[in-house]
């Protein structure tokens, strides 16, 4: 997501980007005349005659404008793709470098031969990383193409014509009609309501206390309110107040607007070019990063000091620095981009199979670090599913008039419709009933929804031509604004003790399990416009309460992600009350808990100490869910967040994880990292086990890397020292290196231990750096051994056996490095409490039997190998053998001792 504003783009800029400025500045003047316009007017220039577009008026718009889409992280050509991501990988560049020194500065075969290995080193980790992420991308892809953004617009479609006969021509109607985003066309007629996204560039014909969040345009962090009349007065397009631009979202409030620019030639196209794919790094990127050019600056310090020792000690300058470019190799994680997209592409594909949406590989690891989840009730917790239950006076009795006058809410609102109007609606199922209310009651205007007031009010006159205020919302909100009360026939006023006693019918329902919500109305004078200014004085008819049941599966997802380290914690709108009783028949223990209203009294340092032991927090406005998401930030927590309410988008972003359902409002969906096609916290411990396994795999590698490096450092420098030739060629450098990285590509493929899984998991380089330095140098100790067996043992002491020592060096070196892989990658003893996968297996096999044969056949005089004598091969079963018991025990120690896996 972007983190900074595009106006700020508009400062300095040359060449593509000076282009793209000068285009925004185009449509910027453009679209300024246009806010100047009366809306008629505007309407009237935008869609001569102001009507819904035709079919035909829609597609030859569509031609002319093409489809509206801006920008974005589009598939690249194959060949593009590959030098990308090879010339954005400071690995590959090196390797390629000493290939080409090699080819060209090299005498022998052999280190043609050498030059070849490093080139397929480089091919095999650009290849294998793309055609995986390429698998899973195209999995995901599919999923994606499930959820999509729509708009609502008034156009002319075609229906069948009423009656039976089946060849009568279809007739054209105009009616409001959810589109695809990608369809829109200039002129067309939109309709706006909280927790849409601004499809396009639009001038306002009507609004009604609309407020536009614009901060991805202009930075500003607090909503700004549009109207539909002419601002003659403006000069920059962004501040113009009858304008709404693609990029921003509808925070409250609703219009309708009529499309001015779509596509490359909003605001936001003009200068989307430019910001694609730019994203802010994660911890994750940071830590590969750092690892990376830690092992890059352990090579640079160590190849030069090889260097000139074989130099110094050997005469052959010209040897020395082929051994060292072999060391150089060596010493680099080349692997480790390739290993890190093969273990992200895989977990994306097992989570595309449980119909999860990855919008961002590397989400799949922070969903591992996540030690904090918060989410919503509804939905989450709830089956989303609410049901009408009660409809009551003020003193709990069943009322009819309630439900009738929430069905005029309800059914006249033109927000955002949810759940509880349309259980309301659902509720009078009597066509009577619905045909009377229709017949004597219309909308004249409304006041919408927004998070501060936290009720909305129609007004509806009726056919005597009296107007009517009906607010519905919560109930200490809505009781703010009455001043007297219904009782049976009559009115009377709101005393403390009745005020009291309604609090009190409310309060029940909330002890038994209901949401409710208030009910206020009054005759109001006739006037042109309503605002929220009218919403007082009202008469409290009553309430209606909704029931949304607890999930079945709730209290076993909870419990086990719980068990697996991740506290969940409740954020929602909805009253304290009612989140207390769901939770506790989920399994929630809630002690403690807050409020919006106590929150906004609290200091950032209050707030952080108080999620300590808070599991929920209810009544929160959008800001108030950032905040609490921030404190558990500022308290060292890795935090998840899902959410598919117009209220949780600045929250989605905040967290580290965003969560979101296909089902949610536009800009949940544009906000978070996760689409989950099913709502379930079940999905969401997999997700969690999923990025645990990913990071374990991924940590396998780095681990044995970075152990492997630091002991050949040492053994290395004292081959170098104390030989009177090479420890072994180049050529047979760069083919260990090479079996090697081919056993570790099955890596990804590996179990990984449950005690791993059971907490989550972050970068802890002083635990790699402790590992390394703990394990390495043992290693080195059995290359010592190995040394001296074959100097004293086997009597390759002299230059004329010098392939007979590099042969056996080879040989250990490589299955050393093979076998090890079993005792690190568990924190349990190999083969007995644990088993590697049996693709890794197979591929350790594999490769230990090609490098035996290698050495054994006629092949193996290319790369300088000698047949070895049979008194080695037990010599060398008995150093393997001790070398990983040893490595088991200092291992486990390590465990005990520092806590690593």
Known sequence: MLKFSIAAMLIGGNGRNGAKNEAAARIAAELTALARLNPDDALSKLNPGGQALSPEQVAERFEQYGPNTVAQEKKKPFLLEIGERFITNPINILLTVLALVTWFTGE????????????????????????????????????????????????????????????????????????????????????????????????????????????????????????????????????????????????????TAVIAATGANTYFGALAGSLVGQRVQTSFDKGV????????????????????????????????????????????????????????????????????????????????????????????????????????????????????????????????????????????????????????????????????????????????????????????????????????????????????????????????????????????????????????DLTMMGFVAFLDPPKDSAADAIQALNANGVAVKILTGDNDTVTRNVCRQVGIQVDKWLTGPKIEAMSDEELMLATRDTPVFARLNPQQKVRVVEALHRDGHVV??????????????????????????????????????????????????????VFGNILKYIKMTASSNFGNMFSMIGASVLLPFLPMLPVQILLNNLLYDFSQTAVASDEVDQEYLAKPRQWDLKGIARFMVGIGPISSIFDYITFAVLWFVIGANTTAHAGLFQTGWFIESLLSQTLIVHVIRTGKIPFLQSWASLPLTVAGIVICIVGILLTALPIGAWFGFSPLPGLWWPILAAILVTYMCLTQVVKTWMIRRFGLL
């Open 289 to 536: 990063s750092r690892f990376a050019w830690l092992m890059i600056r352990f090579m640079a310090v160590m190849v030069p000091i090889v260097f000139l020792i074989n130099g110094v000690t050997k005469g052959n300058w010209f040897e020395a620095f082929m051994f060292a470019v072999a060391v150089a190799v060596g010493l680099t994680p080349e692997m480790l981009p390739m290993i890190v997209a093969i273990n992200l592409a895989k977990g994306a594909l097992k989570m595309a199979k449980k119909d999860v949406i990855v919008k961002r590989l590397n989400a799949i690891q922070n969903f591992g670090a996540i030690d904090v989840l918060c989410t919503d009730k509804t939905g989450t917790l709830t089956q989303d599913k609410v049901i009408l239950e009660r409809h009551t006076d003020i003193y709990g009795d069943e009322n009819e008039r309630v439900l009738e006058y929430a069905w005029l809410n309800s059914y006249h609102q033109t927000g955002l419709r949810n759940l509880l109007d349309v259980a309301v609606l659902d509720a009078v199922n009597d066509a009577d009933t619905v045909q009377h209310l229709h017949a004597e009651y219309t909308l004249v205007d409304e006041v919408p929804f927004d998070f501060t007031r936290r009720r909305m009010s129609v007004i509806v006159k009726n056919k005597a031509g009296k107007h009517y205020i009906i607010s519905k919302g919560a109930v200490a909100e809505t009781l703010a604004v009455c001043s007297s009360l219904a009782f049976e026939d009559d009115y009377k006023p709101m005393t403390p003790q009745h005020l009291a006693e309604v609090k009190a019918v409310a309060h029940e329902m909330n002890e038994d399990g209901f949401r409710a919500l208030a009910l206020g109305v009054r005759e109001i004078e006739v006037k042109p416009a309503y605002s929220r200014d009218d919403e007082k």
């Open 108 to 255: 022998e075969t052999s280190d043609k031969i050498g030059a070849v290995i490093m080139f397929a080193m480089v091919v095999m980790a650009v290849f294998v990383a793309h055609f995986q992420e390429a698998r899973s991308s195209n999995a995901v892809e599919q999923l994606r193409k499930m959820v999509s953004n729509t708009a609502t617009v008034k156009r002319e479609v075609e229906e069948p014509a009423p009656g039976t006969d089946e060849d009568a021509p279809p007739v054209r109607v105009v009616k409001k009609v959810e589109v695809p985003l990608d369809s829109l066309v200039p002129g067309d007629l939109v309709f706006l309501a909280a927790g849409d996204m601004v499809p396009a560039d639009l001038r306002l014909i009507s609004a009604k206390d609309l407020f536009v969040n614009q901060s991805a345009l202009t930075g500003e962090s607090m909503p700004v309110e549009k109207f539909a009349a002419a601002d003659a007065d403006a000069k920059i397009a962004l501040e113009a107040k009858s304008l709404c631009f693609m990029g921003s979202n509808i925070v409250s409030g609703s219009a």
């Open 640 to 693: 998840g967040f899902m959410g598919d309410g117009i209220n949780d988008g600045p929250a989605l972003r905040a967290a580290d994880v965003g969560i979101s359902v296909d089902t949610a409002v536009d800009i949940a969906k544009e906000s978070a990292d996760i689409i989950l096609l099913e709502k379930s916290l079940l999905v969401l411990e997999e997700g969690v086990l999923e990025g645990r396994k």
